[in-house]
């Protein structure tokens, strides 16, 4: 095997293996939690209240403030679904973003590759991001991102870009309707 591909190997499989370990792990905790939750929940949302501890816990400095309501709720719904249904963790990196922080990434990158139109490849500009308006979410892990590119359309929750497999976007208006919002090569082309 050649050593690019033993070196890849050696980075993938253990993250793998980890993602996969908490990805059980929090159905676990999640389940573990169930009686608890029913104690102090009223109205029959014990599974939601349980499915919010356990990613508390497994996640605990995820900042979902910022965000639309819209996009919040759909965030939760999908989570909840994806971790009771199918096992998979949907975890967020990045939601809202201030103005001052995205114009201070995008003028980072901008320093990095030298020219707006190259910077606009990786960032764009306050003025236009998602991240600024509360309607964008950057999810890990891989497995979990790969879960809402299948199933988000339930939730109004879309892949946006072909280079940010990590990037979705909330788009109430194509819910359900089995269209997609236009999907670009980068952000800012
Ligand atoms: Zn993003």
Request: glycine content about 8%.
């Amino acid at each position: 095997m050649p050593r690019v591909g033993k070196q890849l190997l050696a980075e993938q499989v253990p993250d793998r293996r980890r993602d996969h370990a908490y990805r059980h792990l929090t159905v676990v905790v999640a389940t573990l939690l169930l009686p608890l939750a029913a104690l102090v929940t009223r109205g029959g949302r014990v599974r939601e209240r349980a499915c919010e501890w356990a990613f508390r816990v497994r996640y605990p400095f995820e900042d979902l403030s910022g965000l639309t309501p819209g996009t919040r709720a759909a965030f939760i719904a999908a989570r909840y679904s994806a971790l009771w249904h199918d096992a998979q963790l949907i975890g967020l990196t990045s939601g809202h973003r201030m103005y001052a922080e995205q114009r201070e990434m995008f003028d980072e990158a901008l320093r990095r590759h030298g020219s707006v139109s190259a910077a606009r490849h990786w960032v764009l500009p306050p003025e236009e991001s998602s991240h600024v308006s509360g309607r964008a979410l950057d999810i890990r892990p891989t497995e979990g991102a790969r879960w809402l590119e299948h199933h988000g359309d339930r939730f109004g929750l879309y892949r946006t870009y072909d280079n940010e497999w990590w990037h979705f976007e909330y788009w109430p208006d194509f819910r359900g309707t089995g269209r997609q919002p236009p999907r670009r090569p980068t952000p800012g082309h």
